[in-house]
């Protein structure tokens, strides 16, 4: 199994591009969501989903939408990039079954992004 | 809104010794989950330990366990017989069990392990 995958790595964008990060998983996992990680700062949750075609918005939604169109997969895309977007991104997937201890279960290696 | 505290941005321990991260929360629920997820420097997050609130036990998944005080609002962290790979970054996290939205997690502490 792959697990959560991220693409890609790394990325610069100029600001006012816009782009997509890719996150896929093929555990099956009804729940999949994205965060931000800033120095000093503990994650914050941007969008997460409970399944294909519910979307819902976290602590941090501005300038960022996601969609769920399949199980495997939760883009997250920047319509217009910021400098203050510049982080990294995290996707997160797990089981809705047996509730919220599940949900966060795995994390994929995280996306550095830079706006420049 | 729920906040989750580190107070040690930075621990250290010698390699086979036992080490304690702490955590304390803010919350007016009853029911919740926390977390303790590890950063090493690959940056991959990596879930460690988990527990419910309304769960008494203290959860224990091998060399690590939890000392969960309720009332106190407190989750520590216990690493035993620690190793070299237990270097990392630590974060613990809180989720509210009503919201969805609501998975809080703390500013992390780098613990440093030494041979």
């Known amino acids: 199994n792959a697990g959560v995958t991220q693409t890609p790595k790394f990325q610069v964008l100029k600001t006012g591009q816009s782009m997509t990060l890719q996150c896929a998983q093929d555990?099956?996992?009804?729940?999949m969501s994205w965060y931000r990680q800033d120095p000093g700062m503990g994650l914050r949750l941007i969008h997460y989903?409970?399944?294909?075609?519910?979307?819902d918005q976290g602590e941090v939604p501005n300038g960022y939408n996601v969609s769920r169109s399949t199980t495997e997969d939760f883009p997250l895309r920047l319509l217009s990039a910021a400098p203050s977007q510049t982080s990294v991104y995290f996707c997160?997937?797990?089981?809705?079954?047996?509730?919220?201890?599940?949900?966060?279960?795995?994390f994929g290696q995280g996306t550095r992004l830079t706006v420049v | 809104a729920q906040t989750v505290t580190q107070s040690q941005p930075e621990m250290s321990v010698q390699e086979a010794e036992t080490v304690t991260l702490s955590c304390t929360y803010d919350t007016s629920e009853s029911d919740y989950y926390l977390f303790w997820y590890k950063q090493p420097p690959s940056r991959q997050m990596i879930l460690v330990i988990r527990q419910e609130a309304y769960k008494q036990q203290n959860a224990t998944e091998n060399r690590f366990s939890v000392n969960f005080q309720k009332a106190a609002k407190s989750f520590s962290l216990k690493i035993s017989d620690s190793q070299l790979g237990d270097a990392a970054m630590y974060f613990c996290?809180?989720?509210?069990?009503?919201?969805?939205?609501?998975?809080?997690f703390g500013a992390g502490t780098r613990l440093t392990v030494k041979p």
């Open positions: 555990m099956n996992h009804e729940y």
């Open positions: 997160a997937s797990g089981k809705i079954n047996g509730g919220p201890l599940n949900t966060e279960a795995f």
């Open positions: 989903s409970v399944g294909a075609g519910i979307t």
């Open positions: 996290a809180y989720r509210s069990s009503y919201n969805n939205n609501d998975m809080r």
